[in-house]
């Protein structure tokens, strides 16, 4: 008598629509700010964002970056600016991929992707290093596992989550405002849908842009 | 600084000495008013107008800047008022109206007085939006700096600190307004011995060093206080690290030493300790004759079987030990143990020859402490150009002579750093030098003025080697006449680091450790009880010891840090004495002249890689720290002289810091002194060991040689061709060219003109270089840097030839 | 009685009112000879007496700040003939044209005050001046005023003439001081003052061409008869310069007292083309402008302080109503910017961003905030904006450059707002 109930449970269950999918076969959308592996951007003229600031290194509560900067050369830049990172390594075992990288980077050089099947057989192999974290000058990101049902590279171009989701000088509200900048392979990327809170946004994108026009960066305005 | 007054800040009444600043009587009473060009070593500018606080007056409340205004009695000092800070606001604001914010870029960004005093005094935001005042980014004004002047917030250090501290302004403000920048003369590069400290006291980035350039970011950066070893001033460091990597230097502020400053040598000679050149692993000389890497365990039982074979045969005699004037003192109590304990030779200096003395320098009664320079009325400086060997003693000779009016006088063959802002200077021809102390001391002729300004004390004497070729026995004369002048204190001088250490551990033929005569048999069986072995008879001295190689009489030696083929004046006699080739054993970082053809060459951990202490030339002991690891297979001078001495049957002592207790047991001079007492908190300033026992009383016993037309000065120079300086790329570039200075009179004379190519011959062969004229030279002189490439031996007759 | 005592001989003989020989046959070096044979302090007593106040701008009695100086010896007299506040020619037309007159000033200023030594920092730009001038020593020293033993009494004195580099700044008593030492001619901090540490750290009087050029005249005719003429505070003569928009522009040496009415309209031969008075600069471009409610004020040192601006050097620039105020106060914030010496931030950095937000209104390209934006940086170079002003800076050079603009928006402010796309006029 007792079980009767038990067994309606599982009755009613059967009816219901399914919530799990056939991975990988069948894979989830993911949301918009998902946080997967790491890639780091170049510019549309393949220069890379990278200033080797270690401000990702620095902010990283797992502390699993190491970076080193390394002076430019004059003739042949690899960033802009005096200097560049020439060591980038993230190890991927520690990553709590917390975004706290993106967030401090000054120069949208490290973003997350959508991209998180990465298993490694050995743990050397979990440690990014440039080879692995660098974009092509085309924009295409290599990554250690080849193509296969699992591993959707195109995952790989969704970054940039963060840009998104954070606004020009910390602002609640962007709709339409860009802030950041372009990057190889796929130009300046759109504001996020969805971010307008208030009303009185077309006069501060118009006082965004003149300020910009007027050689102030966001990099001015955002500091004090 | 008078009675102190009393006054009020924030509504809190303090007290402050009178003729206090303001800004700094807040900050002992713990408020901190915001400041970019104020540095509490230099004399304020009011510049940056950040340091503004309001002054309660007859006529209301007025914004001063807290920097340039003394306490009163009563003042009324308000630092947090609504005004005050709006007033700090603006200047920040105008401060980042031109600062560009490439902080991530920037070296400065993370501990950037800018930065933080933006995050804590300034404005949330810019309203500037114009285009900012652009500068081409970095220029390099020497080898080692870089300049950005977009970066300047022009608060006027760097060049107050050149031209009132250093002596050398040779970076200054050009145009003027919003144009205002600083520069170096057109042609003139920042070739200052303390340039680094510019970018030490550089409030933004503006003022970078190239050795740093990059390398790290503050945040991950260890650091440790230690001591740097270049020389035997003895400055407070603190030594930063990252990944196991020595990175950089910073200068510590004390009183005692070195208030903050170093020389461009001490900051940036650490890029030694990774240089590729640098050993790694033991080297052991195979029967092929060349040196081949080998393990620890093979190269010390070589050693242990080589000398232990040597005593046998011939007896401890035959051993001998050179060295330890660069290790810390712990290592050189050790080396001595070992020599003068377990292997019971007597045959052992730390000295090479080229300081004034060890009796002088660990025995002279009245030592005179580098504070004392504070209070001195009279300096007499005879010994070697400060600015060249001992560069942080020269900027505390100038502060006392600039800043506190005592006056200088400066006895030299040639024009030192100190010449400008001497009271007196006398020059006199190498070989002229024990006639020329006769006629000071009578004060004759034009030396009278000299003589009266000696007799006003208290007079502080430095005393040293002026020159190479010139006789030790000099410095001892000059010594015994200044310590009869009245009030008088004798700062014996030598330039490598912790020569007074090893000489006071005991390295050193007729000292005991602690200053103890070893020729006393009591002394000798107490210390012999406290070893448990017994201790050898004074032996021979670095010269001793290079005859006994050359006549075969000793034949097996230890270097312990130490080349004597580059560092012995007599370069002839060393050379002479490794061609003979005993059983030769090396403890070193580098491969170098002498240990080119020894038996064993064992690598050594070193500075920055090891803890113990060292005692600069006022006898000041102070702790060096570990900070990383030494290369390779490098070990512990401490632990690798242990394992040889239980190969040879003894011991030495477990580690550095048992050593160190040892020899505040053992060691009379050194009882008070104990790691936990140099702490960096409470010990800060080190110990400065007592006088005595041994006391030497200098003789004058000086007598001047008959020389020939022209005599030689062998002058050392900052940048010489040292290991420290040559390994590492940043100084190394800095080594001048070798040439032979004439006075003017002289060369024309002999017909030579700048640039001539001639050939100067000495007492140990000729070397060909160029002429350079030097109308500061004593007439009849020909000077020579020291260990600078060229050699031609250390005897007074020389000879220049086309 | 007299109404002029500078420019009598110069306009008399304007062919050679600067030789010795003109200036000695129209009663020169009399008073030299009289001061000579007074005691050093009656001479002092006697500037004391005259109320002769300092004409460089700060209107300092020139006796008082005698009576400061330290008790050390040397001492040091440094004229400043540095004449560069925009607006300013008079000293030019002393040094020019009766030179002789400062230097009989400078001798017995200098030996009321014990001074050997005696220099006249001259403007970079007056090299005919410093040429004048320097004849002038040279024919007073062939005279035997000058020299060793003068006038056959124990009195030494020797007059340099310096030529600056170029800079306003250097009409700053302690940046000229500097600039004469061979240093960046940067203001520096006081205390301590010149008369205690001046040139060379030694006690040193700094006045002004047109201060020591009154000397003779009260030597000879005694303090009391000085101060006979002109309203208590402003006693003597004063050169005025008169420029801008008036009919007879020029130097004119008055008796003070007179109204701006009178000087604009009576001497200054009034507005020309017909237009009206907008406003007028009353003391140099330091000065806080005045409006034509204030013609009928009395022109002195007091009556002008006291309607909130200075007679200052003497300066007085007078616009007309086609005068765009916004254009006018760029030109001198302009100025300002460019002669900054560049030690103090607020000064350095903040007169350029006055004149670039002037320059952003000006192209049509101001934005609303700008007004408020300009007054707060004002405010951060001169905090409360009041008179006189306070200053976050070493010297007043600063506080110089905000003048205009609190003037243009006290007085003009819907000028400034028009300007401005779409900023509010009234309520901002």
Same mark, same amino acid.
């Given at each position: 008598?007792?079980?009767?109930?038990?067994?309606?449970?599982? $009755? &009613?269950? #059967? *009816?219901?629509?399914?919530?799990?999918?056939?991975? %990988?076969?069948?894979?989830?959308?993911?949301? !918009?700010? =998902?946080?997967?592996?790491?890639?780091?951007?170049?510019?549309?003229?393949?220069?890379?964002?990278?200033?080797?600031?270690?401000?990702?290194?620095?902010?990283?509560?797992?502390?699993?970056?190491?970076?080193?900067?390394?002076?430019?050369?004059?003739?042949?830049?690899?960033?802009?600016?005096?200097?560049?990172?020439?060591?980038?390594?993230?190890?991927? $075992? &520690?990553? #709590? *991929?917390?975004?706290?990288?993106?967030?401090?980077? %000054?120069?949208?050089?490290?973003?997350?992707? !959508?991209? =998180?099947?990465?298993?490694?057989?050995?743990?050397?192999?979990?440690?990014?290093?440039?080879?692995?974290?660098?974009?092509?000058?085309?924009?295409?990101?290599?990554?250690?596992?080849?193509?296969?049902?699992?591993?959707?590279?195109?995952?790989?171009?969704?970054?940039?989550?963060?840009?998104?989701?954070?606004?020009?000088?910390?602002?609640?509200?962007?709709?339409?405002? #860009?802030?950041?900048?372009?990057?190889?392979?796929?130009?300046?990327?759109?504001?996020?849908?969805?971010?307008?809170?208030?009303?009185?946004?077309?006069?501060?994108?118009?006082?965004?842009?003149?300020?910009?026009?007027?050689?102030?960066?966001?990099?001015?305005?955002?500091?004090? | 600084?008078?009675?102190?007054?009393?006054?009020?800040?924030?509504?809190?009444?303090?007290?402050?000495?009178?003729?206090?600043?303001?800004?700094?009587?807040?900050?002992?009473?713990?408020?901190?008013?915001?400041?970019?060009?104020?540095?509490?070593?230099?004399?304020?500018?009011?510049?940056?107008?950040?340091?503004?606080?309001?002054?309660?007056?007859?006529?209301?409340?007025?914004?001063?800047?807290?920097?340039?205004?003394?306490?009163?009695?009563?003042?009324?000092?308000?630092?947090?008022?609504?005004?005050?800070?709006?007033?700090?606001?603006?200047?920040?604001?105008?401060?980042?109206?031109?600062?560009?914010?490439?902080?991530?870029?920037?070296?400065?960004?993370?501990?950037?007085?800018?930065?933080?005093?933006?995050?804590?005094?300034?404005?949330?935001?810019?309203?500037?939006?114009?285009?900012?005042?652009?500068?081409?980014?970095?220029?390099?004004?020497?080898?080692?700096?870089?300049?950005?002047?977009?970066?300047?917030?022009?608060?006027?250090?760097?060049?107050?600190?050149?031209?009132?501290?250093?002596?050398?302004?040779?970076?200054?403000?050009?145009?003027?307004?919003?144009?205002?920048?600083?520069?170096?003369?057109?042609?003139?590069?920042?070739?200052?011995?303390?340039?680094?400290?510019?970018?030490?006291?550089?409030?933004?980035?503006?003022?970078?060093?190239?050795?740093?350039?990059?390398?790290?970011?503050?945040?991950?950066?260890?650091?440790?206080?230690?001591?740097?070893?270049?020389?035997?001033?003895?400055?407070?460091?603190?030594?930063?690290?990252?990944?196991?990597?020595?990175?950089?230097?910073?200068?510590?502020?004390?009183?005692?030493?070195?208030?903050?400053?170093?020389?461009?040598?001490?900051?940036?000679?650490?890029?030694?300790?990774?240089?590729?050149?640098?050993?790694?692993?033991?080297?052991?000389?195979?029967?092929?004759?060349?040196?081949?890497?080998?393990?620890?365990?093979?190269?010390?039982?070589?050693?242990?079987?080589?000398?232990?074979?040597?005593?046998?045969?011939?007896?401890?005699?035959?051993?001998?030990?050179?060295?330890?004037?660069?290790?810390?003192?712990?290592?050189?109590?050790?080396?001595?143990?070992?020599?003068?304990?377990?292997?019971?030779?007597?045959?052992?200096?730390?000295?090479?020859?080229?300081?004034?003395?060890?009796?002088?320098?660990?025995?002279?009664?009245?030592?005179?402490?580098?504070?004392?320079?504070?209070?001195?009325?009279?300096?007499?400086?005879?010994?070697?150009?400060?600015?060249?060997?001992?560069?942080?003693?020269?900027?505390?000779?100038?502060?006392?002579?600039?800043?506190?009016?005592?006056?200088?006088?400066?006895?030299?063959?040639?024009?030192?750093?100190?010449?400008?802002?001497?009271?007196?200077?006398?020059?006199?021809?190498?070989?002229?030098?024990?006639?020329?102390?006769?006629?000071?001391?009578?004060?004759?002729?034009?030396?009278?003025?000299?003589?009266?300004?000696?007799?006003?004390?208290?007079?502080?004497?430095?005393?040293?080697?002026?020159?190479?070729?010139?006789?030790?026995?000099?410095?001892?004369?000059?010594?015994?006449?200044?310590?009869?002048?009245?009030?008088?204190?004798?700062?014996?001088?030598?330039?490598?680091?912790?020569?007074?250490?090893?000489?006071?551990?005991?390295?050193?033929?007729?000292?005991?450790?602690?200053?103890?005569?070893?020729?006393?048999?009591?002394?000798?069986?107490?210390?012999?009880?406290?070893?448990?072995?017994?201790?050898?008879?004074?032996?021979?001295?670095?010269?001793?010891?290079?005859?006994?190689?050359?006549?075969?009489?000793?034949?097996?030696?230890?270097?312990?840090?130490?080349?004597?083929?580059?560092?012995?004046?007599?370069?002839?006699?060393?050379?002479?004495?490794?061609?003979?080739?005993?059983?030769?054993?090396?403890?070193?970082?580098?491969?170098?002249?002498?240990?080119?053809?020894?038996?064993?060459?064992?690598?050594?951990?070193?500075?920055?890689?090891?803890?113990?202490?060292?005692?600069?030339?006022?006898?000041?002991?102070?702790?060096?720290?570990?900070?990383?690891?030494?290369?390779?297979?490098?070990?512990?001078?401490?632990?690798?002289?242990?394992?040889?001495?239980?190969?040879?049957?003894?011991?030495?002592?477990?580690?550095?810091?048992?050593?160190?207790?040892?020899?505040?047991?053992?060691?009379?001079?050194?009882?008070?002194?104990?790691?936990?007492?140099?702490?960096?908190?409470?010990?800060?300033?080190?110990?400065?060991?007592?006088?005595?026992?041994?006391?030497?009383?200098?003789?004058?016993?000086?007598?001047?040689?008959?020389?020939?037309?022209?005599?030689?000065?062998?002058?050392?120079?900052?940048?010489?061709?040292?290991?420290?300086?040559?390994?590492?790329?940043?100084?190394?570039?800095?080594?001048?060219?070798?040439?032979?200075?004439?006075?003017?009179?002289?060369?024309?004379?002999?017909?030579?003109?700048?640039?001539?190519?001639?050939?100067?011959?000495?007492?140990?062969?000729?070397?060909?270089?160029?002429?350079?004229?030097?109308?500061?030279?004593?007439?009849?002189?020909?000077?020579?840097?020291?260990?600078?490439?060229?050699?031609?031996?250390?005897?007074?007759?020389?000879?220049?030839?086309? | 009685?007299?109404?002029?005592?500078?420019?009598?001989?110069?306009?008399?003989?304007?062919?050679?009112?600067?030789?010795?020989?003109?200036?000695?046959?129209?009663?020169?070096?009399?008073?030299?000879?009289?001061?000579?044979?007074?005691?050093?302090?009656?001479?002092?007593?006697?500037?004391?007496?005259?109320?002769?106040?300092?004409?460089?701008?700060?209107?300092?009695?020139?006796?008082?700040?005698?009576?400061?100086?330290?008790?050390?010896?040397?001492?040091?007299?440094?004229?400043?003939?540095?004449?560069?506040?925009?607006?300013?020619?008079?000293?030019?037309?002393?040094?020019?044209?009766?030179?002789?007159?400062?230097?009989?000033?400078?001798?017995?200023?200098?030996?009321?005050?014990?001074?050997?030594?005696?220099?006249?920092?001259?403007?970079?730009?007056?090299?005919?001046?410093?040429?004048?001038?320097?004849?002038?020593?040279?024919?007073?020293?062939?005279?035997?005023?000058?020299?060793?033993?003068?006038?056959?009494?124990?009195?030494?004195?020797?007059?340099?003439?310096?030529?600056?580099?170029?800079?306003?700044?250097?009409?700053?008593?302690?940046?000229?001081?500097?600039?004469?030492?061979?240093?960046?001619?940067?203001?520096?901090?006081?205390?301590?003052?010149?008369?205690?540490?001046?040139?060379?750290?030694?006690?040193?009087?700094?006045?002004?061409?047109?201060?020591?050029?009154?000397?003779?005249?009260?030597?000879?005719?005694?303090?009391?008869?000085?101060?006979?003429?002109?309203?208590?505070?402003?006693?003597?003569?004063?050169?005025?310069?008169?420029?801008?928009?008036?009919?007879?522009?020029?130097?004119?040496?008055?008796?003070?007292?007179?109204?701006?009415?009178?000087?604009?309209?009576?001497?200054?031969?009034?507005?020309?083309?017909?237009?009206?008075?907008?406003?007028?600069?009353?003391?140099?471009?330091?000065?806080?402008?005045?409006?034509?409610?204030?013609?009928?004020?009395?022109?002195?040192?007091?009556?002008?302080?006291?309607?909130?601006?200075?007679?200052?050097?003497?300066?007085?620039?007078?616009?007309?109503?086609?005068?765009?105020?916004?254009?006018?106060?760029?030109?001198?914030?302009?100025?300002?910017?460019?002669?900054?010496?560049?030690?103090?931030?607020?000064?350095?950095?903040?007169?350029?961003?006055?004149?670039?937000?002037?320059?952003?209104?000006?192209?049509?390209?101001?934005?609303?905030?700008?007004?408020?934006?300009?007054?707060?940086?004002?405010?951060?170079?001169?905090?409360?904006?009041?008179?006189?002003?306070?200053?976050?800076?070493?010297?007043?050079?600063?506080?110089?450059?905000?003048?205009?603009?609190?003037?243009?928006?006290?007085?003009?402010?819907?000028?400034?707002?028009?300007?401005?796309?779409?900023?509010?006029?009234?309520?901002?």
């Amino acid at each position: 008598m007792s079980m009767l109930p038990g067994f309606l449970v599982t $009755l &009613r269950q #059967i *009816f219901r629509r399914k919530v799990t999918t056939q991975y %990988p076969e069948q894979k989830r959308s993911k949301p !918009q700010r =998902f946080h997967g592996r790491h890639v780091l951007n170049r510019y549309p003229d393949g220069m890379e964002k990278c200033i080797g600031c270690e401000l990702c290194a620095g902010v990283c509560p797992a502390r699993c970056i190491y970076v080193r900067g390394k002076e430019n050369p004059p003739d042949d830049p690899v960033s802009p600016g005096e200097r560049y990172g020439f060591v980038y390594e993230i190890n991927l $075992l &520690r990553c #709590i *991929f917390c975004g706290l990288c993106e967030e401090a980077c %000054p120069t949208e050089a490290i973003t997350m992707t !959508q991209l =998180f099947e990465m298993s490694v057989t050995n743990r050397d192999d979990a440690i990014y290093t440039r080879r692995e974290l660098l974009m092509n000058p085309d924009g295409t990101v290599p990554h250690p596992q080849p193509d296969s049902i699992l591993v959707d590279k195109g995952e790989l171009r969704l970054a940039d989550g963060w840009m998104r989701a954070t606004s020009p000088s910390g602002r609640a509200a962007y709709e339409g405002i #860009i802030a950041w900048t372009p990057t190889a392979g796929v130009g300046t990327r759109p504001a996020e849908k969805g971010q307008s809170a208030e009303s009185h946004q077309s006069s501060a994108i118009s006082q965004k842009d003149s300020e910009r026009e007027a050689g102030s960066g966001k990099r001015e305005a955002d500091h004090g | 600084m008078s009675d102190p007054i009393k006054l009020t800040v924030d509504g809190r009444e303090v007290t402050a000495p009178g003729g206090q600043l303001l800004i700094k009587a807040a900050e002992e009473h713990g408020t901190y008013i915001p400041r970019f060009c104020w540095h509490p070593r230099m004399k304020p500018v009011g510049m940056c107008r950040m340091c503004l606080v309001e002054v309660e007056g007859p006529r209301g409340k007025v914004l001063v800047t807290s920097c340039t205004t003394p306490v009163a009695e009563g003042m009324v000092v308000h630092t947090k008022s609504d005004v005050v800070k709006k007033a700090q606001e603006g200047v920040l604001e105008f401060l980042l109206v031109n600062h560009p914010l490439d902080c991530p870029v920037c070296d400065k960004g993370g501990e950037c007085p800018l930065q933080d005093q933006t995050l804590s005094h300034g404005p949330g935001e810019s309203r500037f939006v114009e285009e900012k005042r652009h500068f081409e980014k970095p220029i390099a004004i020497s080898e080692l700096v870089m300049l950005d002047r977009e970066r300047c917030i022009l608060c006027a250090r760097c060049t107050r600190f050149s031209d009132e501290i250093s002596g050398d302004p040779l970076i200054e403000f050009i145009d003027r307004g919003n144009h205002t920048q600083i520069n170096t003369f057109p042609d003139e590069p920042f070739a200052s011995y303390f340039s680094g400290n510019t970018v030490q006291i550089c409030p933004v980035g503006a003022l970078t060093a190239t050795p740093y350039r990059f390398r790290a970011r503050p945040w991950d950066l260890e650091a440790v206080e230690s001591t740097c070893p270049q020389c035997s001033v003895g400055c407070r460091v603190s030594v930063q690290a990252s990944q196991n990597q020595v990175l950089r230097l910073i200068g510590v502020d004390v009183d005692a030493t070195n208030q903050g400053w170093l020389c461009d040598k001490g900051r940036f000679a650490f890029e030694h300790l990774r240089a590729p050149a640098r050993l790694s692993t033991p080297l052991v000389r195979g029967a092929d004759g060349e040196l081949h890497e080998a393990g620890w365990g093979e190269a010390l039982d070589l050693i242990a079987s080589r000398i232990g074979a040597v005593i046998a045969e011939r007896g401890p005699a035959a051993v001998a030990g050179l060295g330890g004037a660069r290790s810390t003192n712990e290592e050189a109590y050790a080396f001595g143990k070992l020599l003068r304990g377990v292997l019971g030779t007597g045959n052992l200096d730390a000295s090479l020859g080229d300081d004034p003395g060890a009796a002088l320098l660990a025995g002279v009664p009245h030592r005179a402490t580098i504070d004392d320079l504070e209070r001195a009325k009279t300096i007499l400086v005879w010994g070697p150009d400060l600015k060249e060997e001992l560069p942080v003693l020269h900027l505390r000779v100038r502060r006392a002579a600039t800043a506190l009016g005592a006056d200088v006088v400066v006895v030299h063959p040639r024009a030192t750093g100190l010449d400008r802002d001497a009271a007196h200077v006398v020059r006199y021809r190498p070989g002229e030098g024990a006639a020329t102390l006769q006629r000071l001391a009578a004060g004759e002729g034009d030396l009278a003025a000299v003589r009266a300004a000696l007799d006003t004390g208290p007079v502080v004497a430095i005393v040293g080697r002026t020159g190479l070729a010139e006789s030790a026995d000099l410095a001892d004369a000059v010594a015994a006449f200044a310590l009869t002048l009245a009030d008088a204190k004798v700062m014996p001088v030598a330039r490598r680091g912790n020569v007074l250490g090893a000489i006071d551990m005991g390295v050193h033929p007729h000292l005991l450790p602690g200053r103890v005569a070893a020729s006393d048999a009591a002394a000798r069986a107490a210390l012999a009880a406290a070893w448990g072995c017994a201790v050898a008879v004074p032996g021979r001295d670095t010269s001793g010891i290079l005859s006994g190689m050359a006549d075969g009489s000793i034949a097996a030696v230890l270097l312990l840090g130490c080349d004597p083929v580059a560092d012995h004046p007599d370069r002839k006699a060393a050379a002479a004495a490794f061609d003979k080739a005993p059983f030769l054993v090396s403890l070193d970082l580098f491969l170098n002249e002498s240990n080119r053809t020894a038996d064993v060459v064992l690598p050594v951990d070193t500075f920055t890689e090891v803890e113990g202490t060292m005692t600069n030339l006022e006898g000041r002991v102070q702790k060096s720290n570990r900070i990383v690891p030494g290369v390779g297979a490098s070990r512990p001078v401490v632990e690798i002289l242990e394992d040889l001495a239980a190969r040879l049957g003894g011991s030495i002592g477990a580690g550095a810091a048992a050593i160190a207790k040892e020899i505040a047991l053992v060691a009379p001079a050194y009882a008070a002194v104990s790691w936990e007492a140099l702490d960096w908190g409470r010990g800060r300033d080190g110990i400065v060991v007592a006088e005595g026992p041994f006391t030497h009383t200098p003789e004058r016993r000086a007598t001047d040689p008959s020389v020939g037309a022209l005599t030689l000065h062998l002058g050392r120079v900052l940048y010489d061709g040292g290991t420290m300086i040559t390994a590492g790329p940043s100084l190394a570039r800095l080594a001048p060219e070798p040439a032979a200075h004439l006075h003017p009179d002289d060369a024309s004379r002999l017909g030579f003109a700048a640039g001539d190519r001639v050939t100067v011959t000495g007492n140990a062969g000729s070397a060909a270089m160029a002429v350079a004229i030097d109308p500061t030279l004593a007439r009849g002189t020909v000077y020579l840097p020291f260990n600078l490439g060229a050699s031609i031996g250390n005897g007074l007759e020389v000879k220049v030839e086309k | 009685m007299t109404d002029r005592i500078l420019t009598v001989r110069m306009e008399a003989h304007p062919t050679d009112s600067h030789t010795m020989a003109r200036y000695e046959a129209t009663g020169g070096y009399a008073a030299l000879r009289k001061a000579l044979a007074m005691k050093p302090e009656d001479i002092v007593a006697e500037v004391k007496a005259s109320n002769l106040r300092g004409r460089g701008g700060a209107g300092f009695p020139t006796g008082v700040k005698w009576g400061f100086l330290a008790p050390t010896r040397p001492r040091y007299l440094v004229i400043n003939a540095d004449e560069s506040e925009p607006g300013t020619f008079k000293d030019r037309q002393l040094l020019e044209r009766d030179p002789h007159q400062l230097l009989e000033g400078i001798i017995i200023s200098s030996f009321a005050i014990d001074a050997h030594h005696a220099f006249v920092f001259v403007r970079g730009e007056y090299p005919r001046s410093a040429r004048r001038l320097q004849q002038a020593v040279e024919e007073a020293r062939a005279a035997g005023y000058l020299g060793r033993g003068i006038l056959g009494t124990g009195f030494d004195l020797d007059v340099t003439v310096h030529l600056g580099a170029g800079a306003y700044i250097c009409g700053e008593e302690t940046a000229a001081l500097n600039s004469l030492e061979g240093r960046r001619g940067e203001p520096r901090i006081k205390p301590p003052f010149p008369a205690v540490a001046g040139l060379y750290a030694k006690p040193t009087i700094v006045n002004n061409v047109e201060t020591i050029a009154n000397i003779p005249w009260i030597v000879m005719n005694g303090g009391a008869a000085y101060n006979a003429i002109g309203p208590e505070g402003s006693r003597g003569t004063r050169l005025l310069s008169l420029s801008g928009h008036v009919a007879n522009p020029g130097n004119y040496e008055i008796v003070m007292g007179m109204s701006w009415r009178d000087l604009i309209f009576g001497i200054g031969g009034g507005i020309p083309n017909g237009k009206a008075l907008k406003c007028w600069i009353p003391g140099g471009a330091s000065a806080p402008w005045f409006t034509p409610d204030l013609l009928d004020t009395p022109v002195t040192l007091d009556d002008i302080a006291k309607n909130g601006s200075m007679a200052g050097s003497g300066a007085v620039v007078v616009m007309d109503e086609t005068t765009n105020v916004v254009a006018a106060a760029w030109s001198i914030v302009r100025f300002f910017s460019h002669e900054s010496c560049g030690q103090c931030t607020p000064c350095r950095e903040g007169t350029t961003w006055l004149q670039r937000i002037l320059e952003r209104i000006l192209a049509g390209q101001g934005r609303p905030s700008d007004v408020d934006l300009l007054l707060d940086v004002c405010d951060n170079i001169s905090p409360g904006l009041r008179w006189p002003p306070a200053q976050t800076t070493i010297c007043p050079l600063g506080p110089s450059a905000v003048s205009p603009i609190t003037s243009i928006m006290k007085h003009f402010r819907d000028e400034v707002v028009a300007m401005i796309p779409g900023a509010v006029t009234a309520g901002v």
